[in-house]
Structure formats: structure tokens, C-alpha cells
């Protein structure tokens, strides 16, 4: 069955350290790959996207994720959290053809220490 | 280029009664999906739209159904309000037919409650 993982339900990291968000998909094929995030009572805003084109994506407000094939991850990453970063992100796959609707992880709420 | 706009942004319905929620995509844009959010079960996707064809359908009764209009607007329906049905329902819409290389672009919700 498609499925995303995302394997953390909850991160904490310090304002100014590294984030890391992992998120792993089952495929017999690549699919499209997006992360998404949402702040409270907000809609979803995308961040990136991947589609078969360069493995290493560059999104909005720092944020980048690595397509590994071999391992079947999309982790998302970010060299320095900023506040305004706390938030839930959600991992989603597109696979496209006859399933085009989006399947979503279980999200990751990024907490960010002063 | 205004987003995806959803009505209304909040709703509070009985037990029993049925309920229209609407979504006007971004402009040009002709694909529409629909996706409901709780808690305990995360974002689950309903269907979706193209040309005013229902193309897929996610896995809910038959009381949650849906429409697309020619200027690509489109609305789902709830009938027979369950408490279970409380949730925020959010639309996202997308250029292309099948949304890969595109994305989607997502509304701020309708959040439902039902009493």
C-alpha cells in the first residue's frame, strides 16, 4: 500500500540549532514529494516540492530536503530554527495516474526553545 | 493573485442536519480537492475534482459528496451530521490535472462542529 511515515512525532530544538524532520514512503516508482506546513489555525502552505528533477530541493524560509531513492526519504532539513518556525509539518506524497490525490504523514510539530 | 477561499471559516451544526461548504480555487486553476483534518485522524483526503468531474474518491460514506461549477468553484456536502463529522475541511486547488508538478495550494479551512 502507498504510505509516508514520518518518524517523529514531536522535535525540539533550540533557537539558532539545526532542524531535522524525517519522513520515509513506501513507492514501487518515485512519486511527487512535498512538505507542507501549517501554524495553528492556519491552512497548509507549501514549502517544497519534489518532482523528478534535481534530488536536492530548496524551499521557502531556509528549509531543504534531500530525495534519496536508495532509502526512500524526503527528510527535511534547516541550518538554523528561527521562532517563528514552531509549527506542524506534514510530509505528503502524490503518486499520481489514477490515485492523484495526496497522502499525508502524521505531521511533526517543531517546537523551538528560546 | 488571490488564494483559495474558503466559506465559511467556521461552522457549528446539530446532529442530523446537513451542511454546504464552499471553495473558490485560485484563478485558472481547475483541479479541486478536498481533505478533512481531526485529530485523532490526521488529513484524510475526500475527492476530487477536474472539469467539474469527480475524478477520485477517498474512502467516506456516501453522505459526504461533492460538486464542481464551471468557473471551477466548487462545494461539498455533509448530510446527516454526525458528531464524528467535526473536523476542519480544507480545499486545495492545483493548475494542472494531476497537481504533480505543480502542488496544490491549500485554503484556510472550514472548521466544523457539530453538536
Redesign the interface.
Same mark, same amino acid.
Given at each position: 500500500a502507498q504510505s509516508v511515515t514520518q518518524l517523529d512525532s514531536h522535535v525540539s530544538v533550540s533557537e539558532g540549532t539545526p532542524v531535522l524532520l524525517r519522513c520515509n514512503y513506501s513507492s514501487s516508482y518515485s512519486p511527487?514529494l512535498?512538505w507542507?506546513v501549517q501554524h495553528p489555525n492556519? %491552512? /497548509?502552505? /507549501?514549502l517544497l516540492?519534489y #518532482?523528478s528533477a534535481a534530488t536536492l530541493v530548496k524551499g521557502i524560509n531556509g528549509f531543504e530536503a534531500e530525495f534519496k531513492k536508495s532509502e526512500t526519504s524526503f527528510h527535511l532539513t534547516k541550518p538554523s530554527a528561527h521562532m517563528s518556525d514552531a509549527a506542524e509539518y506534514?510530509c505528503v506524497v502524490?503518486y %499520481? %495516474?489514477a #490515485?492523484?490525490? /495526496?497522502?499525508?504523514g502524521? %505531521?511533526t510539530l517543531l517546537a523551538v526553545q528560546p | 493573485k488571490a488564494g483559495v477561499t474558503q466559506t465559511p471559516r467556521y461552522l457549528i451544526k446539530t446532529r442530523g442536519q446537513q451542511v454546504t461548504l464552499s471553495c473558490s480555487p485560485i484563478s485558472g486553476h481547475r483541479s479541486v480537492s478536498w481533505y478533512q483534518q481531526t485529530p485523532g485522524q490526521g488529513l484524510q483526503f475526500l475527492f476530487e475534482y477536474f472539469s467539474e468531474t469527480q475524478r477520485n474518491k477517498g474512502n467516506f460514506p456516501g453522505r459526504f459528496s461533492g460538486r464542481q461549477f464551471s468557473n471551477s468553484r466548487s462545494e461539498m456536502n455533509v448530510s446527516t451530521l454526525e458528531l464524528g463529522d467535526s473536523a476542519l475541511y480544507l480545499c486545495a486547488s492545483s493548475p494542472s490535472g494531476t497537481g504533480t508538478f505543480y502542488g496544490y495550494t491549500f485554503g484556510s479551512g472550514t472548521r466544523l462542529t457539530v453538536v
Amino acid at each position: 500500500a502507498q504510505s509516508v511515515t514520518q518518524l517523529d512525532s514531536h522535535v525540539s530544538v533550540s533557537e539558532g540549532t539545526p532542524v531535522l524532520l524525517r519522513c520515509n514512503y513506501s513507492s514501487s516508482y518515485s512519486p511527487s514529494l512535498f512538505w507542507y506546513v501549517q501554524h495553528p489555525n492556519k %491552512g /497548509l502552505q /507549501l514549502l517544497l516540492k519534489y #518532482t523528478s528533477a534535481a534530488t536536492l530541493v530548496k524551499g521557502i524560509n531556509g528549509f531543504e530536503a534531500e530525495f534519496k531513492k536508495s532509502e526512500t526519504s524526503f527528510h527535511l532539513t534547516k541550518p538554523s530554527a528561527h521562532m517563528s518556525d514552531a509549527a506542524e509539518y506534514f510530509c505528503v506524497v502524490n503518486y %499520481g %495516474g489514477a #490515485t492523484n490525490k /495526496l497522502i499525508f504523514g502524521t %505531521g511533526t510539530l517543531l517546537a523551538v526553545q528560546p | 493573485k488571490a488564494g483559495v477561499t474558503q466559506t465559511p471559516r467556521y461552522l457549528i451544526k446539530t446532529r442530523g442536519q446537513q451542511v454546504t461548504l464552499s471553495c473558490s480555487p485560485i484563478s485558472g486553476h481547475r483541479s479541486v480537492s478536498w481533505y478533512q483534518q481531526t485529530p485523532g485522524q490526521g488529513l484524510q483526503f475526500l475527492f476530487e475534482y477536474f472539469s467539474e468531474t469527480q475524478r477520485n474518491k477517498g474512502n467516506f460514506p456516501g453522505r459526504f459528496s461533492g460538486r464542481q461549477f464551471s468557473n471551477s468553484r466548487s462545494e461539498m456536502n455533509v448530510s446527516t451530521l454526525e458528531l464524528g463529522d467535526s473536523a476542519l475541511y480544507l480545499c486545495a486547488s492545483s493548475p494542472s490535472g494531476t497537481g504533480t508538478f505543480y502542488g496544490y495550494t491549500f485554503g484556510s479551512g472550514t472548521r466544523l462542529t457539530v453538536v
